[in-house]
């Protein structure tokens, strides 16, 4: 589905007055009833990523960290059972899954600072124990999203649980989220392969084209070049995403010219629309679509024409 941007604009701007949860995307359903949901779901994913980029740094000053700490502990303290991580990201207006980030870091810090001591002062007994202990607590970012995907690695069961419900209920970040992009990501990429092969295209995988030493390359190459739309294609990618301006020009920088450098003009399919102002790039050798195109034409049938 192709948007204008001043439509485009308007979502965004009905996003910036809602917080980030599956409450505020029925809203948004309702209030943009003509939209399709895969669409408006993307969108909204993405202002929310935005606005959590422009944010993120007064989440993490020492200061911040060692409030959201305290205020946790004193939390689980008067009640275990309650969402205390997840409200308090609610609160300041932060994603669950990051603040459950900040506090398992802070927790692994303060449990490794722990054992440091005692092996500082304890005698040979309890330091050969503390030592086997503090292969436990080190806070690498390898160790903690391990505990993030798998909370139930995390040495203390409160903030395991408290890890759990912030991950369960994050619409836009964390592993849960990353795992659905991903499986989606995949979808779509068989959906086009299927297409291609239903249309008799011979093309050359991404993964056959990385096993030949090539660093960025798009989906699909074709073997043989096709026409969509008086426009000559080489390759094709697959975006399961909106097309917005900020997305689309970060791709346009890290991958699309990248592409058309080495392998010429191609497609680019955002399964879930695009602004329509940003399909300006046809006459350089960048084509924008919301579906596989259904006017191909090869060169079989350029010479049966003729």
């Not at 309702?30 to 669409?39: A, I, L, M, W």
């Not at 007064?58 to 700490?69: D, G, N, S």
């Not at 607590?137 to 069961?157: A, V, Y």
């Not at 092969?197 to 699909?220: H, V, W």
Request: glycine residues 4%.
């Amino acid at each position: 589905m192709k948007l204008s941007k001043a439509q485009y604009d308007e979502i965004a701007q009905f996003l910036g007055h809602v917080q980030p949860t599956r409450q505020s995307l029925r809203k948004l359903k309702e209030k943009f009833p003509s939209q399709s949901q895969s669409t408006l779901l993307s969108i909204f994913s993405q202002e929310y990523q935005k606005q959590i980029k422009r944010t993120h740094a007064k989440h993490h000053t020492a200061e911040a960290i060692e409030t959201y700490y305290q205020r946790y502990l004193n939390g689980v303290m008067k009640n275990a059972a309650a969402p205390v991580l997840l409200d308090l990201a609610n609160e300041v207006d932060f994603a669950p899954s990051l603040m459950a980030r900040i506090v398992l870091e802070r927790f692994l810090q303060e449990k490794e600072q722990a054992i440091l001591t005692w092996l500082a002062f304890g005698n040979e007994i309890q330091c050969t124990w503390l030592r086997s202990q503090i292969i436990k607590f080190p806070s690498s970012k390898t160790l903690i999203n391990s505990m993030l995907r798998d909370p139930s690695q995390i040495p203390d069961g409160v903030l395991a649980n408290q890890v759990y419900q912030c991950t369960v209920n994050d619409c836009c970040y964390g592993p849960l989220v990353d795992c659905i992009k991903h499986a989606i990501g995949h979808e779509h990429e068989v959906l086009l392969r299927e297409m291609l092969l239903e249309k008799n295209l011979s093309f050359i995988a991404e993964d056959q084209l990385r096993a030949k030493g090539y660093d960025k390359t798009p989906d699909f190459i074709l073997e043989v070049p096709v026409a969509v739309e008086g426009h000559i294609i080489h390759w094709i990618e697959s975006k399961a995403s909106f097309g917005d301006e900020s997305s689309h020009q970060a791709h346009l920088q890290d991958q699309f010219w990248s592409y058309w450098n080495r392998f010429g003009p191609g497609l680019v399919i955002y399964w879930y629309g695009f602004i329509e102002e940003l399909d300006c790039h046809r006459e350089r050798g960048i084509l924008l679509k919301d579906c596989f195109p259904t006017d191909i034409v090869t060169l079989r049938h350029s010479m049966a024409q003729r």
